[in-house]
Every structure is written in structure tokens, then in C-alpha cells.
């Protein structure tokens, strides 16, 4: 089992900017990407961003290139989500997901609230 704990969101005015943590604990077999998702009110739930184990390639949402940028610090079994030039358009629910080789090493972090307001 793993579990993913999210932090950092809040409360940001438009063109601020926020970096969301999410920290893992448990096994790390299996994982080969860690990835953050968004779901913002009535929409469905999107891709924003991931970065693969073995290389640290990342890749990101057409939405997002450029303003967000992923990390990982494997000593601390951490990624980080930096988010820049934040717009009322981001303004969602953010989870981490570990991407399993398979569906069984597949986990979700509880989500953590992003909201771009002035």
C-alpha cells in the first residue's frame, strides 16, 4: 500500500503562485510515474502534469506549459507541483497519483484545494 499526502494549496490572487508537495510513504515498487491531476467544479478530472521514475522526463498539459513545472526529490519520496502566473482557470481540486506498471501500484492522494481569486 501507499499513501499520498497533499499540501501547499490555499488561497492566491491571479498572476500569484503556489508549490504543492505531495509526499509518499510506503512501498515504491511498481511506481513508474508520479503525476498531478486537477478536477475543477463540473468539469472532469485532468492530467496537469507527470515526471516518469526511471528518467525524470516530464511532461505537462498544453494548459499548463510553461507556468508549471513538476519535481521530484527522491530522498524525501516528494513531488512538488511549482505553479507561476496562476489564472482563475486553475482554480480546482489537485491530487497526486502514483502510476503504477500496473493497476494494482496504481494510488491517489486525497486532493488539495486550489483557489485563484482577487
Keep these: 500500500q501507499v499513501r499520498l499526502v497533499e499540501s501547499g494549496g490555499g488561497l492566491v490572487q491571479p498572476g500569484g503562485s503556489l508549490r504543492l508537495s505531495c509526499t509518499a510513504s510506503g512501498f515504491t515498487y511498481g511506481r513508474a510515474a508520479m503525476s498531478w491531476y486537477r478536477q475543477a467544479p463540473g468539469k472532469e478530472r485532468e492530467l496537469v502534469a507527470s515526471i516518469m521514475i526511471t ?3 516530464a511532461g505537462y498539459a498544453d494548459s499548463v506549459k510553461g507556468r508549471f513545472t513538476i519535481s521530484r526529490d ?4 516528494t ?3 511549482q505553479m507561476n502566473a496562476l489564472a482563475s482557470e486553475d482554480t480546482a481540486v489537485y491530487y497526486c497519483a ?3 506498471t500496473g493497476p494494482e501500484y496504481d494510488f491517489w492522494g486525497q486532493g488539495t484545494q486550489v483557489v485563484v481569486s482577487s
Design 74 to 77: 527522491d530522498a524525501k519520496d
Design 79 to 81: 513531488v512538488y507541483l
Design 98 to 100: 502514483q502510476e503504477g
Design 55 to 57: 528518467n525524470g522526463r
